[in-house]
């Protein structure tokens, strides 16, 4: 599959010759009237595109200064709002920089369920569009543009990094309770063929083990959901590890619930693959104080609560990745 934009050209071609961020975003320019102020969140429809999305700008947004943009996709029938409480990208506990932004989905569903709409304009053209509306109007270093999602959203994540058009203007990836189906027949999507880039494509992965509805084992209904190790390894081949590589580490680091942390090493890229495998919680996003998926999905997340933020290892995870210009 194949998308162009010129704007999403020229943008690469501008980052290939080494151009500033500056020169390719709206820095210089105030916020425009429609947009939240900073330290807000509002709700807004992208122009010329009938499909909403949630932008929050930091307290401290500086018109001159490039800043960090990170998208999180909600899962299936979920939307932007729910997706901004769960993930908690707009707390300025875990992310006091950067912009974040919550896109919805059509119909509630991303690319790669097997119910969503896949006629075009489809989901990644409407992530490109978003991004490039965002460069235009804020202060964006187009080197740090980071994707992460819950269940569908998180399988919708390795679909943008699977995409070699939309996927390479993003730095990194993570998925929180990921549902992954094989998209090599589902139009719009087609097998995965990212962009080849030196950086290679840092992905994080979060994963409970009582997961019942995406199961991290994978299962055999009538849409299948791929197994998580099956995923894992599909980015360790796609950074250099070669086929069915063997993680480089894999440790304990919480033991009640065993949490245990994998990564994999890479043509000298060190944990640019991770994955958490969380015991005893299901599908749910990791956080250690209560929120929506613990209060409105108990059956799925009998812990109320977990040992670890998953939002705070995203973050840190994202932050030690940027696109080379």
């Not at 943008?11 to 151009?19: E, H, M, P, Q, R």
């Not at 996709?73 to 707390?91: I, W």
């Not at 081949?237 to 063997?246: F, K, L």
């Not at 640019?272 to 919680?281: A, D, F, L, T, W």
Request: hydrophobic residues 35%; charged residues 20%.
């Amino acid at each position: 599959m194949k998308i162009v934009y010129s704007s999403s050209l020229i943008t690469v071609a501008l980052l290939a010759a080494g151009v500033t961020s500056a020169s390719v975003s709206g820095c210089g320019s105030d916020i425009p009237s429609a947009f939240p102020n900073p330290g807000r969140s509002k709700s807004l429809r992208l122009p010329n595109f009938d499909r909403e999305y949630r932008l929050h700008i930091p307290a401290n947004y500086d018109k001159n200064k490039p800043t960090p943009l990170y998208f999180s996709f909600h899962g299936a029938t979920r939307d932007m709002n729910e997706q901004e409480s769960l993930s908690q990208f707009s707390n300025p506990e875990f992310n006091p920089n950067g912009i974040a932004i919550y896109p919805n989905g059509k119909n509630g569903l991303w690319l790669s369920n097997p119910n969503a709409d896949t006629s075009r304009p489809n989901d990644l053209d409407f992530v490109n569009d978003l991004l490039t509306h965002m460069e235009e109007k804020l202060c964006i270093d187009p080197r740090r543009v980071y994707a992460a999602g819950k269940s569908n959203g998180g399988g919708f994540t390795s679909v943008l990094a699977c995409n070699a058009t939309v996927g390479r203007r993003f730095a990194a990836f993570a998925a929180v309770s990921g549902a992954y189906y094989d998209t090599d027949q589902t139009p719009g999507v087609g097998p995965c063929a990212p962009a080849k880039r030196d950086e290679g494509y840092p992905f994080l992965e979060f994963h409970g083990t009582v997961d019942v509805t995406a199961p991290i084992d994978g299962n055999t209904e009538k849409h299948p959901k791929l197994a998580v190790i099956d995923i894992l390894k599909g980015w360790a081949e796609r950074n250099g590890c070669g086929a069915n590589a063997q993680w480089a580490r894999n440790e304990t680091v919480f033991e009640n619930p065993l949490v245990k942390h994998a990564s994999w090493d890479c043509q000298g890229k060190n944990g640019i693959v991770q994955h958490y495998r969380e015991g005893e919680n299901g599908h749910c996003w990791p956080l250690t104080v209560s929120n929506d998926d613990f209060i409105n999905q108990g059956s799925r997340c009998p812990l109320g609560k977990y040992v670890f933020n998953a939002t705070e290892y995203i973050f840190d995870f994202f932050g030690q990745y940027q696109l080379n210009p």
